[in-house]
């Protein structure tokens, strides 16, 4: 298994400009969680799906990003519009659901100019 | 809401020399602690979990219920445990893992 997939790696982007993230979760997963890694705030959870419904987007920082996951194989994260202050790596992680651990994806660079 | 503090960002040590890094929870139920680890170029993987009472790469953790703590240890640093390393929490009853800040320790040669 090639583990959890992100892509693409990188993104630089001008302010305004609408950003897709894409993931693909380690098969037989039912859990998916989108992360977003800054130095000054760590790694903050954006929101969680469990077997594809959204469980918690508390984490959502506001109404421009927003995030689906149509099927057990594939999410999206959008920013719409995108801000400079959305500069971040953004981890795409999955579990079993019962299982103690997650396994992260290489994640996204996202620099928005 | 349960929270994990990781006071310090960086933290630099000799090879050789112990390390211990800090992590303090806020949690009102029975919490699972973890500490997630993050070579340079790799992804973030788990390093240890408290449940599991083992040692990894020398590593070592204990939940001290009592101080709320669960810091992260090893006797002798290396120069390849240099990494960022994130404690986390995982509310009982619940998927939801909530992660500190993180620490990058770094072992000088």
């Known amino acids: 298994d090639a583990g959890v997939i992100q892509s693409p790696r990188h993104e630089v982007t001008e302010m305004g400009q609408e950003v897709t993230l894409r993931c693909k979760p380690i098969s037989g997963h039912n859990s998916l969680f989108w992360y977003r890694q800054t130095m000054m705030r760590g790694l903050e959870l954006l929101i969680y799906f469990n077997n594809n419904v959204p469980i918690d987007d508390s984490g959502m920082p506001e109404d421009r990003f927003s995030a689906k996951m149509p099927n057990a194989s594939f999410s999206t994260l959008k920013i719409q519009p995108s801000e400079p202050r959305d500069s971040a790596v953004y981890f795409c992680a999955s579990d079993r659901g019962w299982s103690n651990e997650q396994f992260f994806g290489p994640g996204t660079r996202l620099t928005v100019l | 809401a349960q929270r994990v503090t990781q006071p310090e960002k960086l933290l630099s040590v000799f090879k050789g020399a112990p390390v211990e890094l800090k992590c303090n929870y806020s949690y009102s139920g029975s919490p699972e602690l973890f500490w997630y680890v993050q070579y340079s170029r790799q992804r973030l993987q788990l390093l240890l979990r408290?449940?599991s009472r083992e040692s990894i790469k020398g590593f070592t953790a204990d939940l001290n219920k009592g101080e709320t703590s669960f810091h992260l240890k090893k006797p002798f640093a290396q120069e390849e445990d240099s990494a960022m390393y994130y404690c986390a929490l995982k509310a009982g009853g619940y998927q939801k893992v909530t992660f500190g800040t993180g620490t990058k320790l770094q072992v000088i040669p």
């Open positions: 408290h449940i």
